[in-house]
């Protein structure tokens, strides 16, 4: 396998089309901007830095991709000969093989341009561009080959006769180049056109009239050289991401009852045997065990799932939940949270910056927040952490195989000790010791014969 000396990533266009106040690159398809897909392809192929052309919003993308790339900058985009000009510094100096890419082609493989690389260096050639066969070629600029099935040249679509039109092999705006003899005609690159701007395509007509040999290669996936330009074009591409992502985890014994409607983004990782019903969303670095059930309706957000848990409905953002636990319907886990094995948690229970113990049950209309809940614990329905004093948060701490009754309130900072029981109804501002009952609430007082007295005083008043 042939590795490029140096990827350049065009990223500096305005995406007018995209009617938007950020950068085109910077939209998202499944979860991740589109230049972080692009980066994530370059850095697969090449073992330097790849070189990211910016422009509109620079600032936007620096921010985003940080150190993990090389920036040129264009300040006028004058068109793509011209950004790979601004980037040329990086690589003028180095020999080799440099790869030009779109930063809109999100769904472009790593595999797809090594092969179009180890085509140029099997082929001895010094520019190879790539191809797809489109059914709808209509707007990109046709393919001719010669007699030896090399290129000819590339007719954009105003300048196509008849048929040439009928021509569905377009150029796709990925360019595998022997940087030299590149250069050498790069330097002879104009902008004498209607629009005034340097075309890379152009580059490949020179390297020809010099005497280099420039090559096709086709994808064999026209899905993956489409471009971004429309918000139309992203969903598409969402879509078809969406798809790629789905299948590989089906091949892997996950089982999507719906994968039309599941949301799984690319870094998720899923067990084995596990079943996700549609309306599911997973996001981040959320990892899945074997052999769970995800009921329809949930989103979980860089967190990790036990195996044989089941959640339905709910909520989950990152934290991290055992082993045979049960979550939801209607459950709200917030950051921070770690619960046990074989655990309940029910529904409209909010979770937060708490850990749960194994095998204790939580089952109903319960806050548990900034708290530590033992083994073994039962919290009734209507339980609620009072943990917030108007200042500053404080812990609860409840000790294993503890009985908390319906509607108690711990008032923090508070202990619970192992086995003691709470009568419901109360609410809590001590320590409770080590297998004792807690009361604390108001006593009742029955009033025998209240209510006809009230009756009797009411009616007198509306003959009045």
């Known amino acids: 396998m042939s590795k490029c000396a140096v990827v350049v990533i ?82 003028e100096k180095i020999d080799g093989y440099a790869v030009v890419v779109a930063g809109d082609t999100p769904l472009i493989r790593s595999c797809t341009l090594q092969q179009m690389i180890n085509y140029a260096y099997e082929g001895r050639y010094d520019a190879v561009t790539l191809s797809a066969v489109l059914d709808d070629p209509t707007g990109y600029g046709r393919i001719i080959r010669n007699e030896a099935g090399d290129l000819e040249r590339v007719v954009e679509q105003k300048d196509a006769t008849e048929e040439q039109r009928r021509i569905k092999e377009v150029n796709v705006s990925a360019y595998c180049f022997n940087i030299q ?46 471009g971004i330009n429309t918000r139309v074009h992203l969903a598409e591409a969402e879509q078809k991401m969406r798809q790629r992502i789905n299948r590989r985890h089906m091949e892997e014994g996950v089982t999507l009852i719906d994968p039309n409607n599941t949301y799984i983004e690319p870094d998720v990782v899923i067990g084995c045997d596990t079943i996700i019903y549609p309306g599911n969303v997973l996001e981040g670095k959320t990892i899945i065990g074997e052999e769970c059930i995800l009921y ?81 614990v039962n919290l009734g329905c209507g339980v609620v952490f009072v943990n917030y004093d108007g200042v500053r948060k404080h812990r609860i701490v409840v000790e294993d195989k503890a009985f908390i009754g319906c509607n108690v309130n711990l008032v923090a900072p508070v202990t619970v000790r192992e086995g003691a029981y709470i009568a419901a109804g109360s609410t809590i501002t001590e320590e409770v010791p080590k297998d004792s009952l807690a009361i604390a609430r108001a006593r009742q007082e029955n009033k025998e014969g209240w209510v006809e007295k009230w009756r009797m005083k009411k009616k007198g008043e509306g003959d009045r």
């Open 10 to 91: 065009l990223a500096a266009g305005e995406g007018t089309r995209m009617k938007s106040k950020k950068p085109k690159v910077m939209h998202k398809v499944c979860g991740y901007p589109i230049i972080e897909y692009v980066v994530r392809t370059a850095a697969e192929i090449s073992e330097s830095l790849p070189v990211t052309v910016v422009g509109h919003k620079a600032e936007e993308i620096r921010q985003y991709l940080g150190q993990r790339v090389r920036y040129a900058y264009q300040s006028q985009q004058l068109g793509t000969g011209h950004a790979v000009m601004i980037a040329q510094p990086f690589f």
């Open 181 to 226: 003899p590149f250069l050498s005609s790069l330097a002879k690159l104009d902008n004498n056109n209607a629009q005034g701007e340097y075309y890379l395509t152009d580059v490949l007509h020179i390297m020809k009239e010099q005497g280099n040999k420039v090559g096709v290669f086709t994808a064999g996936d026209p899905d993956e050289v489409l």
């Open 296 to 376: 329809p309706n949930s989103r979980m957000v860089n967190s990790v799932i036990g195996d044989r848990t089941q959640v339905q409905a709910s909520v989950i953002l990152d934290s991290e939940i055992g082993k045979e636990t049960t979550v939801g319907p209607y459950a709200y886990i917030r950051p921070g949270s770690n619960i046990g094995d074989r655990v309940r948690i029910g529904d409209f229970v909010e979770i937060k910056n708490a850990s749960i113990g194994d095998c204790s049950k939580i089952s109903h209309l319960t806050y548990v927040g900034d708290g530590s809940v033992g083994k073994d």
